[in-house]
């Protein structure tokens, strides 16, 4: 009886060293340890067929009522691309979240993003200084979304402002943050901010030329156009759809909890790092929104390391993919870009482990198996 009391002492020691060995996702991340990650987990930078300054996908607003319905707010979420994914952030409030880019110009640019939002007193603040424009007097800080961009559509860039916010990024990532910025990375600060100097509120993807506004109606949405846009019920929700969207996100990034990485949803590290950092700290992913990267991964093989890499995450049953989806009317969705006349946009949310099973059960052969899987 007492050797048998013994193992259940040592049994129930040795499951409380494994549960005390993991710990929970810290509320706020140092600078080093953000830096740490960033570095760590990145692979090399890897190739896109143009700037993706800005989203091209409306009506993401839609599906956050479900996105939101009965998931945890506890995981972590997971991302691609600019700055959709802070929409997604704030009405989801995870723990952590972790975009992901095969470009590391994404990266550079959401550490723009990063200290523009920090330093932002409100919201017409950071368009003042993310589009290089004086801010108009009539603005404050509960000013409608609508009247935000209302008031700086007329408004021309200012080259002085221009000068004084890129100085200001770089003191913020380079001093304050001492974050390691190579020169070509200051080089492609430099780059992007310019972008959003010469295109201001009417940005769109995939970018203006890096010497002129642009000119006539964009094919794909503008800035202001993704920013403005409401679900269904007429709600504006995006990151700057109200001052309380904004100070959420503010948080998130004074926090250090959104992490861009460099990564190919396909290569070797990066997407298995974040997942043994999740699982290291008893956390699930809620939700990874992959844009339209799969259509891209099934141009080749690539979809099948993709998935394989999606299978070491930490799952339960909540986890959800994002997925955004051009629907051409009787015809269906298509598998590739289309432009505004005969579509819109459905974003859909589709169950990670269904995937994930399907895939091993040598159920999914081509995109549109893929999309096919909801439950």
């Not at 001093?175 to 940005?203: T, W």
């Not at 846009?229 to 700057?240: K, P, V, W, Y």
């Not at 051409?328 to 859909?348: C, I, N, V």
């Amino acid at each position: 009886m007492m050797k048998f009391r013994i193992a259940i002492v040592l049994a129930l020691c040795s499951f409380l060293t494994v549960a005390w060995s993991a710990e929970d996702l810290s509320t706020r991340l140092s600078d080093d340890a953000f830096w740490k990650i960033v570095s760590d987990f990145s692979e090399p930078g890897g190739r896109f067929p143009s700037d993706n300054f800005v989203s091209n996908e409306l009506a993401i607003q839609r599906i956050l009522p479900e996105l939101t319905k009965s998931r945890k707010s506890d995981g972590a979420y997971l991302g691609v691309g600019p700055e959709q994914n802070f929409t997604y952030i704030v009405a989801l409030k995870p723990k952590i979240a972790f975009i992901i880019d095969i470009r590391r110009q994404n990266m550079i640019q959401h550490l723009m993003y990063k200290a523009l939002i920090e330093m932002a007193t409100d919201r017409a603040d950071f368009l003042s200084h993310l589009f290089s424009r004086p801010r108009p007097a009539t603005l404050t800080k509960n000013s409608s979304v609508g009247a935000l961009f209302d008031a700086y559509r007329d408004v021309d860039p200012d080259q002085k402002l221009f000068d004084e916010t890129v100085a200001a990024v770089k003191k913020r990532l380079n001093v304050d943050h001492k974050f390691l910025l190579s020169d070509d990375d200051q080089n492609v600060l430099v780059y992007i901010m310019r972008a959003f100097f010469i295109g201001g509120p009417d940005l769109g993807y995939p970018g203006p030329a890096q010497t002129q506004r642009p000119t006539g109606p964009r094919i794909l949405p503008t800035y202001e156009e993704l920013m403005i846009d409401t679900d269904d019920e007429g709600r504006q929700l995006s990151f700057l759809g109200s001052d309380e969207n904004f100070s959420t996100l503010q948080e998130f990034e004074k926090n250090n909890l959104i992490v861009p990485i460099v990564g190919d949803f396909a290569g070797p590290s990066a997407i298995r790092s974040v997942g043994d950092y999740l699982k290291k700290h008893n956390s699930n992913v809620s939700a990874l929104y992959t844009s339209n990267v799969e259509q891209y991964l099934f141009m080749s093989e690539d979809w099948k390391a993709f998935y394989r890499n999606v299978s070491t995450l930490p799952l339960d049953s909540k986890s959800v993919f994002i997925r955004p989806l051009i629907n051409t009317g009787p015809g269906g969705y298509a598998a590739s870009p289309a432009f505004r006349a005969g579509f819109h946009w459905d974003t859909m949310l589709f169950t990670i482990r269904g995937l994930v099973a399907a895939f091993n059960a040598g159920m999914v052969q081509t995109y549109y198996d893929v999309i096919a899987i909801q439950n």
